[in-house]
């Protein structure tokens, strides 16, 4: 019996490898659409809404924040307009930071670039059922950072009991870099109500500032 057809988008800022592996994929991958940067990559996954988004996890682009990659900035604009779109990262990284950080974004899987292009399309089809997939090597960096972080993410359960269902809302976006009107206009309250919150927010953590904010949700992997 054969697969069912998926449709896939493939990321990568070199149009050598998306030819190659495009003829690699099995037939029963749907390529519906390329991309090679941060901002192309988004315009096509929004427009095209695929199964599977394959992207490389270092990509050019304008909006790539300090600290993070490409790969994971796509991950992290698309996905929450995508509830359904799956995503796979294909890199020629093995670096234990590349993976964890793609996976933190939201990937549901990694694997590496000298991966066959059965393997590829066998890891598309198990990602699109909502498996997860790594390459062998590559699993133990998920293990070994999740393991660690279970302890942190219940400290970091009991500072956000402090806060509000709202005040957490507020204390994300602008632990994002979203300016208060941006707050306003995405929560659909004033520029005096995004105010108190935030103050709010910095006195129930006993914070100075948005900076140390920023940092604080980054640390307890909130954003």
Known sequence: MAEASVRVVVVDDHSIFRSGL?????????????????????????ETAPDVVLLDVHLPGLAVPAGS?????????????????????LSVSDKAEDVVGVIRAGARGYITKGSSG??????????????????????????DAFGAAVGETAVAGDELDRLSAREQEVMRLIA???????????????VKTVETHVSAVLRKLQLSSRHELTAWATARRLL
């Open 22 to 46: 495009k003829a690699d994929l099995d037939a029963s991958i749907d390529v519906v659409g390329e991309a090679h940067d941060v901002e192309s990559a988004l315009a096509v996954v929004v």
């Open 69 to 89: 990659t490409g790969g994971a900035e796509v991950i992290r604009r698309a996905a929450p307009e995508l509830p359904a779109t799956r995503f796979l990262a």
């Open 176 to 190: 994002r870099g979203y300016a208060y009107k941006e707050v306003a206009a995405e929560l659909f309250i004033s």
């Open 118 to 143: 059965g393997e590829v399309s066998r890891a598309v089809h198990a990602v699109a059922t909502g498996d997860a997939v790594f390459s062998p090597k590559l699993a133990g960096f998920v293990l």
